[in-house]
């Protein structure tokens, strides 16, 4: 009995950049992050691009502590499933998914990290999808909030294939 479950949302792809738009932690005008809640009445956060990063980690660990629940929830059922009790007849519902759509340096840094380390002993990127996802993140900078940060950079002076 695993503790999963799978949920299909529709994503707004849309351009996140909203110049005005009020972000949800400061009150500023313009934002360059949307965050939503997929529930049946969606709750969707705007954000600009000096609150996003501390925004960004308050909403990983909201979500990291509604899946912690979910667990412990589904746990108690399942055991009270396997003891026969009549007072389990559906499973606890899963957390709402959540979707991030973003305009926003931090997110790139964050993947490109992610991206560049070896995950539970995992297989390694190929320079083919570095050189794919380097090749990426250059044709989306103008669209970004503020100029290229040094590491990304880096990054993409590493893998974007050369020019033919």
């Not at 501390?54 to 660990?61: H, N, R, S, T, V």
């Not at 979500?63 to 396997?82: F, G, I, P, S």
Request: proline share 11%.
């Amino acid at each position: 009995m695993g503790s999963h479950g799978v949920a299909s949302v529709t994503v707004d792809e849309t351009d996140p950049r909203d110049p005005k738009a009020l972000c949800d932690r400061c009150g500023n005008k313009g934002t360059v992050v949307r965050a939503e809640r997929h529930e049946p009445a969606p709750l969707i956060l705007r954000y600009c691009g000096a609150c996003w990063p501390a925004a960004d980690e308050e909403l990983q660990q909201r979500q990291r502590d509604e899946q912690k629940l979910w667990q412990t929830a589904n746990r108690e059922w399942n055991e009270m499933r396997r003891q026969g009790s009549p007072a389990a007849p559906e499973p606890p519902p899963l957390p709402a998914p959540w979707s991030v759509a973003s305009r926003s340096w931090h997110d790139a840094r964050r993947f490109i990290e992610l991206i560049t380390q070896r995950a539970n002993g995992g297989m390694a990127a190929t320079p083919e999808q570095l050189a794919e996802i380097a090749t990426e993140i250059a044709a989306k900078a103008n669209e970004m909030d503020g100029p290229m940060p040094p590491d990304v950079q880096a990054f993409i002076r590493k893998h974007l294939p050369p020019s033919t």
